[in-house]
């Protein structure tokens, strides 16, 4: 394609340096449609030498009005010459102002010597010179432009001079030529504008070119670090192009080569595949995306499917994401939420407790009745733990460590059974305690009272009514210890075990939907763990039940960011 010049229109080179190559050598050596317009200059010369060599064929040993010896000497010359720069344009890199000088240079001597061995202006040669002076429009600065066109002017008008000085008609002849001057003059200037406009669009495809390409890079650098899936398919679920996100959610290598193969080939993508062809048969057609989750065998992939509206090549982009990365987000933001509304009615709370505690404490003090006596002490006894209770919310809350306090599980375990059965009559003689001496945990106190009454209170719902119902026992047989609360009441759906310790998520009419939730933060708290499993005894029956499984070791435990379903209340 056609350039500004070598040193830009209008302009000088610089003189170069000794030893140095010219700024237009470097403009040339890093240009390559520059070193095109060189070879397909000197393709041009090549087929028009091969032209002239044949017109000789044709007419023959004469031509009129000048020499056919001379006249085919130049034109053998010319064809040896246009051979030689159109292969030194296809291989050399270097030395471009030479070879520039050289085409333009070869074509006014070769031309003008064909122009004068074929009988002067009337041959109808004139017209080659049009070769070098598009070839220098192309390539050379506007005053090396004309600078050629006033040399192939000059020889034209001098070969006219010469026969008009040696025949009759010398002022016709003059004029021709002054017209073929003044027409090559016009045809240069109009050649130059054309090959500055066209250097100008050049310059901005090239332009935009690396803009595109830049563009591109970027495009493809962030989709490659999306974590969201992205595949591109054609209307046979053949894959044209996909990132790293999306070859792992499929279950394949982070490497592996998935462009060009089709998704049916993957025999766990079936289902998504599916869905694929049920949306481009029905919503595809109107442009439309469409989102649906897919269940494969071992994940569940929510898959968005989108056709360009830009152009119709008949591509579709599918985005793909862990369904179960989208469900834990929206749990977080539930879970924050709540935390917030507990903790700002738990601060809420502290003032009537304080009021009902300072209450029944007076109550106690006046009272004369041992009865009245007795309930106000049972007042006054559970205020202090529900205040206990909302301090230890608060702190939570707050992210404020736990106590960790040494606790021997058989005494602290006989204790709170008894703090049970008083506060809760209906607790007595159905619960069992099985606890190992010298069972020794760490855990703050009044957050395993809490977690128990939790746990109790799910389990006296449930249970019958028979003695030893309900079983606390404590499992020392693996390397931390375990404190199992079974029932013998019906146990807990397979289909809502997976939401069993969300806050609001109940089966009870009555109940809050938060007693287990915050019985596992508790236990998130002090470094343990709240779950629903089930395990055999040592005489081989089976017991299904809540589990507090307790750190192992006794080491200090480092600070950590318990309950980040929480937040710090201020």
């Known amino acids: 394609m056609a350039g500004a010049g070598l040193a830009g229109a209008g302009q000088r080179p610089a003189r170069p340096a000794a030893g140095q190559s010219t700024q237009l050598d470097r403009d040339y050596e890093a240009s390559a449609p520059q070193w095109r317009t060189l070879q397909h200059l000197g393709l041009a010369r090549l087929i028009i030498a091969i ?68 009988g002067g202006l009337r041959s109808g040669l004139v017209v ?93 650098l962030v989709i490659a670090q999306l974590e969201q899936g992205v595949v591109v398919v054609d209307a046979d679920a053949r894959v044209r192009a996909n990132n790293r996100a999306a070859r792992t959610l499929f279950g394949l290598k982070p490497e592996a080569q998935l462009t060009g193969e089709r998704l049916s080939s993957l025999e766990q993508l079936a289902p998504l595949v599916s869905a694929f ?26 898959a968005r499917f989108v056709q360009p509206s830009a152009v119709h090549s008949g591509e579709f982009l599918i985005f793909i994401e862990d369904q179960r990365a989208i469900d834990e987000r929206a749990q977080q933001l539930k879970l924050a939420s ?96 099985q606890v190992p001496t010298g069972a020794q945990v760490k855990f703050e106190r009044s957050h395993l009272r809490q977690v128990l009454y939790n746990l109790l209170d799910n389990a006296l719902r449930y249970a019958s009514d028979a003695a030893g119902a309900i079983r606390v026992l404590v499992d020392d047989r693996g390397p931390a210890l375990a404190l199992w609360v079974a029932d013998d009441g019906p146990g807990v759906r397979e289909e809502v075990r997976a939401s069993l310790f969300e806050p609001f998520n109940t089966t009870h009419a009555a109940g809050t939907g938060l007693g287990l939730y ?48 929480m937040t710090p209340y201020e």
């Not at 023959?60 to 000497?73: C, E, M, T, V």
């Not at 017991?543 to 960011?561: H, K, L, N, S």
């Open 128 to 220: 080659l010179y049009l070769l070098p002076l598009a070839g220098a429009s192309l390539l050379l600065p506007t005053v090396a432009v004309f600078f050629v066109c006033a040399l192939a002017v000059i020889t034209i008008l001098l070969d006219t001079l010469g026969r008009a000085l040696t025949s009759a008609g010398a002022e016709a002849s003059l004029f021709e030529a002054g017209l073929y001057g003044a027409m090559l003059f016009a045809i240069t200037a109009l050649l130059r504008l054309l090959a500055q406009r066209l250097a100008a669009q050049e310059q901005l495809a090239q332009q935009r070119g690396r803009n595109l390409h830049n563009q591109l890079a970027i495009n493809r």
């Open 338 to 433: 709540m935390g917030r509304l507990t903790a700002s009615i738990a601060h809420e709370i502290r003032n009537p407790l304080a009021a009902i505690s300072h209450a029944s404490q007076l109550l106690v003090e006046d009272a004369a009745d041992t009865g009245l006596k007795r309930l106000a002490s049972i007042v006054r006894e559970n205020t202090l733990r529900l205040n206990r209770l909302v301090d230890d919310i608060l702190r939570v809350a707050r992210r404020e460590p736990p106590l960790g306090d040494d606790i021997d599980l058989a005494e602290f375990l006989r204790e709170w059974l008894a703090e049970l059965e008083r506060n809760r009559p209906q607790a007595q003689g159905r619960v069992a305690l």
């Open 277 to 302: 062809h049920r949306w481009r048969d029905g919503d595809a057609t109107d442009g439309l995306p469409a989102s649906s989750v897919v269940e494969l065998p071992d994940l569940r992939l929510r």
């Open 518 to 565: 915050i019985a596992r933060e508790f236990c998130l708290a002090n470094r343990c763990d709240l779950a629903y499993d089930q395990m055999r005894l040592p005489d081989g029956s089976p017991v299904r039940g809540f589990v507090v499984r307790f750190a192992a070791g006794e080491a200090e435990q480092p600070a950590a960011d318990f309950l980040v379903t």
């Open 51 to 118: 032209g002239l060599l044949l017109a000789i064929a044709a007419l023959g040993p004469s031509i009129k009005g000048g020499s056919a010896p001379a006249y085919l000497a130049a034109a053998v010359a010319y064809f040896i010459g246009a051979a030689g720069l159109a292969i030194a344009s296809l291989y050399m890199r270097r030395g471009a102002v030479l070879l520039v000088t050289a085409h333009i240079a070869f074509d006014l001597v070769l031309i003008s010597a064909l122009m004068i061995a074929s």
